[in-house]
């Protein structure tokens, strides 16, 4: 964390509540921590990325990614125009929060939900209110509509609890906020289901998509948002060109044209192998939440000394201590079978041995 101390002089006052971001991973054997694509890069992709001819790579990158704008419409069911890209979802984010934020709006969003987002907010010298969800999982509509925030984020599914925001709250929620929605659907592809329809009656919805989970391509950092044009102008504004380097174009657009079926058997696989690892937590008497996403979240008391433990065991989890309405927990992104059989054997182990190795 910062040290406010020792603040350089020149520095900007709003970055004192700025921490770099550290979640604390040593290198471990089996990373079930980011919930990326466990089962690697789709095969079209990775034959884009490395044919990639070199005269791309000495030249600048297209201004604003106008191909991959089209594929990502098409994959999305919007025209090009309603796209914006970003080096990854969190640039978004940012660049949507610099473009709509004067200093000192505010931005509310539920708690729990993506740690960036506070960051985020400080980065641009907005304030950030959570408000504590339901016990539902659902969020507190009451009271994120009561802060009469300039910018009301959702996560649906949310990270980390995996929970999908009802459909009618979304709708309510538009109906009522008084400034922009952003809808983080960095999952929507493992719940099955998607808002971006919603974009259509709103031009302050900004759904917010990644490459970086379903697709496999993380590294990369390819995100994208679906807005009416107007909305997404002002993102592509704030962001500034060039920001999707020449590889991430290529390969996402590989990934978009020839890897769809691999994507999807991957998404089906995930979503099945997620019910299987809840039903294994189960049986083993604790109660994971229901999950739309590729991870589950289960409640395991002591979560951060069982995280040290599983570590020193090879296998890092994301422990969230303390989470309100469900105490401590776990997040525990899914993946091959086998490496999930190899959490689950750790996991047994910590439980069975306790904490110190
Ligand atoms: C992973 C994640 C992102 C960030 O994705 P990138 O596109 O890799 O920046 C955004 N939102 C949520 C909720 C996430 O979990």
Not at 63 to 82: F, I, S
Not at 235 to 250: F, H, T, W
Request: contains cysteine.
């Amino acid at each position: 964390m910062t040290d406010n101390s020792q603040r350089l002089a020149v520095a900007r006052a709003a970055y004192d509540a700025v921490p770099l971001y550290d979640p604390k991973r040593a290198p471990v054997d089996l990373d079930l921590t980011d919930n990326t694509n466990l089962w690697g890069i789709p095969p079209e992709a990775e034959r884009a990325w490395r044919e990639l001819p070199v005269a791309r790579i000495t030249r600048y990158p297209t201004l604003y990614a106008a191909e991959l704008k089209q594929a990502l419409a098409a994959y999305v069911g919007v025209t090009a125009d309603m796209i914006v890209t970003g080096c990854g979802s969190d640039d978004i984010l940012d660049s949507a929060m610099r473009a709509f934020g004067e200093a000192d709006d505010l931005v509310a969003g539920p708690e729990p939900s993506f740690a960036m987002i506070p960051i985020f907010a400080r980065m641009n010298a907005l304030r950030y209110t959570g408000c504590v969800e339901l016990p539902s999982h659902q969020p507190d509509i009451e009271a994120l509509l009561a802060t009469k925030p300039k910018l009301l984020y959702l996560c649906s599914p949310n990270n980390p609890t995996g929970a999908l925001v009802a459909r009618d709250t979304i709708e309510r929620v538009l109906r009522e906020a008084p400034g922009v929605v952003f809808l983080d659907e960095a999952y929507a592809e493992f719940a099955g289901v998607s808002s971006v329809d919603l974009v259509q009656q709103s031009d302050r919805l900004l759904v917010i998509r990644t490459m970086s989970k379903a697709f496999g391509l993380a590294g990369l950092r390819i995100g994208y948002a679906i807005g009416q044009p107007s909305l997404v102008m002002e993102v592509e504004k704030s962001r500034g060109p060039y920001k999707l380097n020449a590889m991430a174009e290529q390969t996402a657009l590989a990934a978009l044209q020839h890897d769809m079926p691999w994507v999807n058997e991957h998404i089906a696989l995930a979503v099945e192998l997620r019910e299987r690892l809840a039903d294994a937590l189960r049986s083993r008497g604790f109660a994971p939440l229901a999950s739309h996403a590729n991870f589950v979240c289960v409640p395991v008391p002591d979560c951060v000394n069982v995280g040290l433990a599983l570590r020193e065991r090879g296998v890092a989890v994301r422990p969230f201590p303390g989470l309100p309405h469900i105490g401590d927990t776990l997040r525990i992104s899914v993946g091959p079978w086998p490496l999930l059989e190899r959490f689950l054997a750790a996991f047994d182990d910590v439980m069975a041995t306790g904490r110190s190795a």
